[in-house]
């Protein structure tokens, strides 16, 4: 039987605790793209039919949904039946095949969500269309179609100096975000790992998203019939543990500085102690300290031999 993890504990699927997964979180892994935030409210066009304008509301803090379209609404058990087209039943082991993050429930009025208010504020969240991220994209090697395919345009607001700016945001499984641009380099609490769940039995891990863009990118290179997970930062390599678990290979992208092999030999232990078949990609690109330096030289060098060789490892197969 599948398993949903939170914070290391194990839980069997049912009702009450399916209608604990955060809905935003199960949007995202059936890639269905954001069309704006407000607030706790995530827009979308409705998943349920189609449109032309978002008018399918999810409020993140109560976790319920509405289509303004049909007049229609309520918890993830409610969405579920209609997207899948299914029972109770079936909707709840078509779940148990997924990991989710769990959203908090309680009985009290909760807050609502402040996104590291000590630092940042969010103004708007949209599709990269700033032509300075976009040409940052580029210069990191990375397409741009790739990159709006798993990342947005954030519009935030330093709540200490007032100054406004946009960056690329790059969500994780608790409702956080990474975020990067020229110079600039942070995060939106709470920090999480990424969890891409194609629902194969083998899983690739990477440090960062810019590493996850890359491998996305290199399909001749990588597998690419695998869970992803985005570590986003070494730190959340306890947290990689349980997902590590429900697989039987695991492919490992990490960086190859002092900090990177330290984990991968970590990870790589771990593995052989549950008998997880394991395979270090990192030699890939040896001289290079990630993947994503390895993708920019490789493509700087094919600007220089228009009809040169890729760099490539003949020693790694897709799963």
Same mark, same amino acid.
């Given at each position: 039987? &599948?398993?949903?993890? *939170? *914070?290391?504990?194990?839980?069997?699927?049912?009702?009450?605790? %399916?209608?604990?997964?955060n809905l935003v979180n199960l949007l995202h892994?059936?890639?269905?793209?954001?069309?704006?935030?407000?607030?706790?409210?995530?827009?979308?066009?409705?998943?349920?039919?189609?449109?032309?304008? %978002?008018?399918?509301?999810?409020?993140?803090?109560?976790?319920?949904?509405?289509?303004f379209g049909t007049g229609e609404g309520g918890n993830i058990i409610d969405f579920g039946i209609r997207y899948?087209?299914?029972n109770v039943a079936d909707l709840l082991e078509i779940l148990?095949?997924?990991?989710?993050?769990? *959203?908090?429930? +309680? +009985?009290?009025?909760? $807050?609502?969500?402040?996104?590291?208010?000590?630092?940042? $504020?969010?103004?708007?969240?949209? /599709?990269?269309? &700033?032509?300075q991220l976009l040409e940052y994209i580029q210069t990191r090697?990375?397409?741009?179609d790739i990159a709006q395919s798993f990342c947005k345009e954030i519009f935030l607001q330093s709540t200490k100096s007032l100054n406004s700016f946009?960056?690329?945001?790059?969500?994780?499984?608790?409702?956080?975000?990474?975020l990067n641009a020229p110079h600039f380099k942070s995060c939106i609490k709470?920090?999480?790992? &990424?969890?891409?769940?194609?629902?194969?039995? /083998?899983l690739t891990i990477v440090e960062g998203f810019f590493d996850f863009l890359s491998a996305k990118q290199l399909k001749e290179d990588f597998p690419q019939k695998t869970n992803w997970l985005v570590l986003n930062s070494v730190s959340m390599i306890e947290k990689a543990k349980p997902i590590i678990r429900q697989h039987k290979k695991v492919y490992l992208l990490l960086d190859n500085d002092k900090a990177g092999k330290k984990h991968t030999e970590a990870l790589q232990?771990?593995?052989?102690?549950?008998?997880?078949?394991?395979?270090?990609?990192?030699? /890939?690109?040896?001289?290079?300290?990630?993947?994503?330096?390895?993708?920019?030289k490789g493509r700087k060098l094919q600007e220089k031999k228009p009809y040169g060789d890729f760099p490539n490892n003949d020693s790694v197969s897709p799963s």
């Amino acid at each position: 039987m &599948s398993l949903i993890f *939170h *914070h290391f504990k194990i839980y069997k699927m049912n009702i009450d605790t %399916a209608k604990q997964i955060n809905l935003v979180n199960l949007l995202h892994q059936l890639n269905i793209p954001t069309a704006k935030i407000r607030g706790n409210d995530y827009w979308y066009k409705s998943p349920l039919r189609e449109e032309r304008t %978002a008018s399918f509301k999810v409020d993140n803090r109560k976790n319920l949904w509405y289509d303004f379209g049909t007049g229609e609404g309520g918890n993830i058990i409610d969405f579920g039946i209609r997207y899948y087209k299914c029972n109770v039943a079936d909707l709840l082991e078509i779940l148990e095949a997924r990991v989710f993050s769990i *959203h908090p429930q +309680n +009985n009290r009025r909760q $807050k609502p969500i402040k996104h590291n208010q000590a630092a940042f $504020k969010i103004l708007e969240i949209g /599709t990269i269309k &700033s032509p300075q991220l976009l040409e940052y994209i580029q210069t990191r090697g990375i397409k741009i179609d790739i990159a709006q395919s798993f990342c947005k345009e954030i519009f935030l607001q330093s709540t200490k100096s007032l100054n406004s700016f946009k960056v690329i945001g790059f969500p994780n499984n608790n409702g956080g975000w990474e975020l990067n641009a020229p110079h600039f380099k942070s995060c939106i609490k709470p920090k999480s790992i &990424s969890l891409f769940n194609e629902q194969r039995n /083998t899983l690739t891990i990477v440090e960062g998203f810019f590493d996850f863009l890359s491998a996305k990118q290199l399909k001749e290179d990588f597998p690419q019939k695998t869970n992803w997970l985005v570590l986003n930062s070494v730190s959340m390599i306890e947290k990689a543990k349980p997902i590590i678990r429900q697989h039987k290979k695991v492919y490992l992208l990490l960086d190859n500085d002092k900090a990177g092999k330290k984990h991968t030999e970590a990870l790589q232990n771990y593995c052989v102690e549950n008998k997880i078949n394991v395979e270090n990609l990192a030699p /890939t690109y040896p001289k290079c300290k990630d993947i994503n330096e390895w993708l920019i030289k490789g493509r700087k060098l094919q600007e220089k031999k228009p009809y040169g060789d890729f760099p490539n490892n003949d020693s790694v197969s897709p799963s």
